[in-house]
């Protein structure tokens, strides 16, 4: 029912900042909870942050918490996080997903995923 991209991955040195967008198909994008997720090499996969339909609501991982933001825009179909002040152990693929409410999507149940995005982080 949702297929999700994502872009704005790349390289960038420590401290800088990258833009990732999560474009989702039809005009339902409005309708789930929105979230993104990182997997580095050998690594398990886990929560860096999560919006309300409305995006009023934010949840965030504890290591990324004051350097990330989550954000959407309904009308364009399209989820937002912006990251500043990146770290090298920030180096990962980075996932968007949706799901029913953003509860679910912080215990990882989620209804839809991207293909994901390379963020890598040079020291």
């Known amino acids: 029912q949702v297929q999700l991209v994502e872009s704005g991955g790349g390289l960038v040195q420590a401290g800088g900042s990258l833009r990732l967008s999560c474009a989702a198909s039809g005009r339902t994008f409005g309708t789930y909870a929105m979230g993104w997720f990182r997997q580095a090499p050998g690594k398990e996969r886990e929560f860096v942050a999560a919006i309300s339909r409305s995006g009023i609501i934010t949840s965030y991982a504890d290591s990324v918490k004051g350097r990330f933001t989550i954000s959407r825009d309904n009308a364009k179909n399209t989820g937002y996080l912006q990251m500043n002040r990146l770290k090298p152990e920030d180096t990962a693929v980075y996932y968007c997903?949706?799901?029913?409410?953003?509860?679910?999507?912080?215990?990882?149940?989620?209804?839809?995923w991207g293909q994901g995005t390379q963020v890598t982080v040079s020291s």
């Open positions: 997903a949706v799901g029913g409410e953003l509860g679910a999507l912080t215990r990882y149940d989620c209804d839809y």
